[in-house]
């Protein structure tokens, strides 16, 4: 059985401005995991069926360096599976509404892009 994936992309300009509160860090990865899980529900139920009949369920945190990224990569993958742009409504740690990260997935492995592959993980 094919290897099917989740992703979660944060912004590193977001991430700076959460001032090490790891907290919120894992509270937005949560968001991008649960609501682009739910949006795949709707849109391609195939995808979420593999994801929850595979061996391991892959989760998969990346990191780029702008917000900007993140919407080109959700542009990349919209239509071809599930996606949900994350942001913060500014109530706790951040000031206003900041967008800090994107939701991929489930993804088929042969529909992962070079452009995904190439995304340093976040350590």
Known sequence: MEKVKMYCVFAKESVD???GVRGK????????YVHTLMNALDKFPEHVYAYL?????YKITLIVDTVEELQKLQQAYEGKVATKLVT??????????????LGIGPIPENMIGD????????C
């Open 53 to 57: 009949n595979s061996d391991h369920a």
């Open 88 to 101: 913060d409504k500014g109530f706790t740690v951040f000031k206003e509404p900041t967008t800090t990260c």
């Open 17 to 19: 401005k959460m001032n």
């Open 115 to 122: 452009d995904l592959k190439a995304i340093k993980t976040f």
């Open 25 to 32: 860090m894992c509270t937005q990865a949560g968001h991008a």
